[in-house]
């Protein structure tokens, strides 16, 4: 800030922003109020054998980005979700007598008040029997 007080600190890697944003008032007390992650399962099974998990903000931002991560020999990758709404969706097929037990890893990166990118990485346990 203007004052000399701190506004942001941030990690990134190769241009990615990475979990761990502090964000300063400007009086310097460090923000911490910032929108979650929500998890909603859309069931239909019983017309198309699936289950479409919805991922969305608690909070109306826009600008919002949603990413999978997937872990491979010690390396996470990330694979960006189709945002649109401030939202995501992925599908999850299982067959009649089948269950999937699946952990669902997302990055979510948020736009905050300050314009600054807030990475938060969630981890869903997703559990369906048809």
Excluded: W
């Amino acid at each position: 800030y203007k004052n000399g007080i701190l506004s942001a600190e941030y990690k990134s890697d190769k241009g990615n922003v990475l979990p761990g944003l502090k964000e300063y008032n400007k009086d310097g007390t460090l923000i911490t109020d910032y929108p979650d992650i929500k998890f909603r399962e859309i069931e239909y099974l019983s017309t198309n054998n699936r289950v479409d998990l919805e991922i969305s903000c608690s909070k109306k931002r826009s600008g919002v980005k949603f990413y999978m991560l997937n872990e491979k020999n010690g390396e996470t990758s990330r694979v960006y979700l189709i945002t649109e709404n401030d939202s995501t969706v992925r599908r999850y097929y299982v067959q009649p007598g089948q269950t999937l037990h699946k952990k669902v890893n997302i990055l979510a990166v948020i736009p905050t008040a300050l314009g600054n990118l807030l990475a938060r990485e969630y981890t869903y346990q997703l559990k369906i029997s048809n």
